[in-house]
């Protein structure tokens, strides 16, 4: 399958050079303005699909506030360029701002200004220059973008968190969000937080509640973070889809079950499935949805009939927690949990 690309992308660079004019005794150091041609690996949405959503979190320099989408691909997180510095991100306005010398691979508006031509290096002779490792550069720098979406995309750096239960850890911070305002809600089921964000609220709450004698149950709250690395995001767009259609289909198998087995079902067990029944709505995120799940299935385990249910709602259990097992126990020194 034919990779698609963006360009080619005329790019304006600079490289030093000691130049001899002709019939001159002694070599100068000029710097020569070039060009060269660059093209851009361009994803689908498939391929690198919008994992996440920042909003007003003061991570990944975002300075006029909005909102941040992260996209997730090649094993890397992806923000769109310009988010810090005011670069262009549609494929188009990139294009040009990087073709009149915007970008900073160009080396700089006034080094190409004060530059002189590959022309004017005809008269006379270039004693050495460093061309082919200022084109190496320029080649790395865009080497490292991609284009999707008609945007253009960079790498972003870890470490990203996401909070499994937005409701439950907010309890712990209520008093200081109600004060400061300062946390930001994704468009998204996922809560994303980032770790300076949270090492700095965890010292307030600390500070907060020892005027007031409320201890905070930071180990409570340990369970709920989870570090956002790339292979996992990757994997939950993976098997999220697999659990939500496990969910859908074993919820209509229950109810037949319980259905056929109404004269013989405990009451334990019925009452697990009501349970099940109320909290497995398609629209709640996907923890709440696998807590649900845990609870039903652990609840009919030791029922006749549910045997086969009860084994292959355990192995898409498992299979679940194999992605999210990646918790924060190992970095709780940094969160001061």
């Known amino acids: ?16 050079a000691q130049f001899m004019v002709r019939g001159g ?3 100068r150091a000029v710097t020569v303005r ?14 690198a699909p919008v994992s996440f959503r920042l909003t007003d979190c003061g991570r990944f320099d975002i300075s006029h506030g909005s909102s941040l989408d992260i996209r997730t691909a090649s094993g890397q997180h992806w923000r769109p360029v310009g988010s810090h510095d005011g670069e262009p991100s549609d494929i188009a306005a990139f294009c040009a701002f990087v073709e009149r010398g915007g970008h900073m691979a160009s080396g700089g508006s006034v ?15 270039v004693i050495s220059d460093n061309q082919v490792e200022a084109k190496a550069r320029v080649a790395q720098r865009f080497e490292r973008l991609i284009a999707v979406d008609g945007r253009i995309w960079e790498p972003t750096p870890e470490p990203v968190w996401v909070i499994q239960h937005p409701s439950r850890f907010d309890a712990g911070y209520s008093a200081y969000v109600e004060k400061q305002n300062a946390i930001a809600r994704p468009a998204d089921p996922l809560f994303v937080y980032p770790l300076d964000a949270i090492a700095e609220r965890d010292a307030t709450l600390a500070r907060f509640n020892e005027h007031r004698n409320l201890p905070p149950d930071f180990a409570a709250l340990r369970g709920e973070v989870e570090i956002l690395r790339a292979e996992n995001i990757q994997y939950r767009h993976d098997e999220e889809p697999r659990l939500r259609h496990h969910l859908k289909t074993h919820l209509e198998y229950a109810g037949d079950q319980v259905r056929r087995s109404i004269d013989t079902i405990s009451l334990s067990a019925f009452a697990h499935y009501r349970e099940f029944l109320a909290a497995a709505s398609p629209d709640r995120p996907i923890i709440d949805l696998v807590d649900a799940l845990r609870s039903f299935n652990e609840g009919i385990a030791e ?35």
């Open 303 to 337: 029922e006749p009939g549910w045997t086969e249910w009860h084994k292959r709602t355990t192995k898409a259990l498992d299979d679940w927690d194999r992605f999210s097992s990646d918790r924060a126990d190992d970095l709780a020194i940094k969160l001061h949990l």
């Open 111 to 125: 080094a190409l200004e004060e530059a002189i031509t590959e022309d004017e290096l005809a008269r006379g002779r």
């Open 25 to 27: 005794r002694v070599a």
């Open 34 to 47: 070039a060009e060269m041609p660059v093209m851009l690996r361009e994803l689908t949405d498939g391929e």
């Open 1 to 16: 399958m034919k990779r698609s690309a963006v360009g080619p992308i005329t790019v304006p660079f600079t490289y030093s």
